[in-house]
Nanobody
Framework: VQLQASGGGLVQAGDSLRLSCAAS????????MGWFRQAPGKEREFVAA????????FYADSVKGRFTISRDDAKYAVYLQMNSLKPGDTAVYYC?????????????????WGQGTLVTVSS
């Protein structure tokens, strides 16, 4: 699976941003697509995930209620709508894919990664 993330940028606190992840290379049936982020000097952390089949979603507590993950079957894409952004959301955001497992929150379990897109939230 090849993944291409896009949509990052510089925004102010309280603004919204939508990240996109275009997938190609194989069917995503049975896969889970995840968004992770990594701030400078910190470990990569789970943000959100969605099961390609069925559409179940999962969120980190830190973004629940502000971020929404979704998918477009026709475009083979996953999106992360980020609202009410905070300076603490500043990070490089990565999309990733793996065959579905209950370890969807664990970055080390993912097999495929996009290149990352930088989100900077100013106060």
């Amino acid at each position: 699976v090849q993944l291409q993330a896009s949509g990052g940028g510089l925004v102010q606190a309280g603004d919204s941003l939508r990240l996109s992840c275009a997938a190609s290379g194989r069917t995503l049936s049975g896969y889970v697509m995840g968004w992770f982020r990594q701030a400078p000097g910190k470990e990569r952390e789970f943000v959100a995930a969605i099961k390609w089949t069925g559409g179940s979603t999962f969120y980190a507590d830190s973004v629940k209620g502000r971020f929404t993950i979704s998918r477009d079957d026709a475009k083979y894409a996953v999106y992360l709508q980020m609202n009410s952004l905070k300076p603490g959301d500043t990070a490089v955001y990565y999309c990733a894919a793996r065959a579905y497992s209950d370890s969807y929150y664990y970055a080390g379990s993912y097999d495929f990664w996009g290149q990352g897109t930088l989100v900077t939230v100013s106060s």
